[in-house]
């Protein structure tokens, strides 16, 4: 007898609505939020100021409907993929690029990057220049051996996820899978830049609950090794106490790390 598929509805594509997750990302509204964007606003300065990584392309995975994660990276790329799994958020990365009625407000975002950068000014011209560096959104799906098929890109100098993995692995060994293919995105020596968060095992969009993939610094280290990684650079922060009470997420530290890809 065949095997049925499974009937069980795809959770991302059902239920993520991209709108509720954007309210992380309202500076001063979310203590789990803030402290996360923070960190990895802080971490992919350092990454992609100059002297920094640079390069022609970066592919940025399950970008979601976000784009405070490419903010410093594109003053370093010359062209910016962004991809994600679902539509929704494809869509609502879309409406924010193509400048549409009811795209979310990044702009407290921009500025407090170009803050970073030393000038807070400079944040509409920003704007404009990561809208014209984000050439295509893609789907994407980390559990495929080639997470972008149908589409074919020349190999990437950069690959760049933010709190992505975890939640779209729930094994380790699918973790294990995904790092193994978004390495073929990357030519020789170039580097997967990996932003997220230890011990999380769910969090909150509305009152949905996503689970996810606790993961530990050893593990992260081990599985990188494994699918032909070196790290270049790891950087952590535990969780402040101040946010420990927020109920939105349980993850226990964060992370954002550099690796190159070993041949
Ligand atoms: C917590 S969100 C992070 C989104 C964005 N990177 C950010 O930092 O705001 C997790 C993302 O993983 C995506 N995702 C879930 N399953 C996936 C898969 N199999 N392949 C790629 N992305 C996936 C979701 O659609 C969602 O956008």
């Known amino acids: 007898m065949a095997l049925q598929e499974s009937t069980a509805p795809d959770p991302y594509q059902t239920y993520f609505e991209p ?11 979310s203590p789990v939020g803030d402290e996360c964007l923070y960190f990895l606003l802080k971490h992919y300065h350092a990454v992609f100021k ?7 392309l970066l592919i940025d995975i399950g970008s979601g409907p976000s784009i405070y994660q490419l903010l410093s990276a594109c003053e370093a790329f010359e062209e910016i993929v962004a991809t994600d799994y679902t539509d929704k958020n494809r869509l609502e990365l879309e409406k924010w690029l193509k400048k549409m009625p009811g795209a979310f407000d990044w702009s407290p975002v921009v500025k407090y990057v170009c803050e970073l950068e030393g000038d807070r000014d400079k ?40 709190l992505c993995l975890e939640a779209a ?3 380790e060994e699918a973790f294990r899978g995904a790092l193994r293919h978004l390495r073929t995105l990357l030519r020789p020596g170039g580097h997967l ?12 969009v509305g009152d949905r609950k996503f689970p996810c993939l606790p ?13 032909g990684f070196v790290i270049e650079k790891l950087e952590t922060k535990a969780r402040a106490a101040e946010t420990l009470s927020d109920p939105d997420a349980d993850y226990t ?10 041949d």
């Open 215 to 227: 993961l530990k610094e050893k593990s992260v280290r081990e599985a990188l090794q494994e699918a």
């Open 50 to 56: 100059s002297g920094g990584l640079k390069g022609k």
């Open 19 to 29: 709108t509720v997750y954007l309210n992380y990302f309202k500076m001063g509204q």
């Open 123 to 162: 944040w509409a011209a920003k704007e404009e220049r990561l809208r014209r560096t984000v050439r295509q959104v893609l789907k994407c799906d980390v559990h495929k051996e080639q997470p972008l098929e149908p589409a074919v890109l020349p190999l990437a100098d950069c690959v760049l996820s933010s």
């Open 193 to 204: 830049v990996l932003g997220g968060g230890f011990d999380s095992s769910f969090f909150m």
């Open 169 to 171: 692995c729930l094994t």
């Open 253 to 262: 530290g964060m992370f954002v790390l550099v690796a190159k890809r070993s």
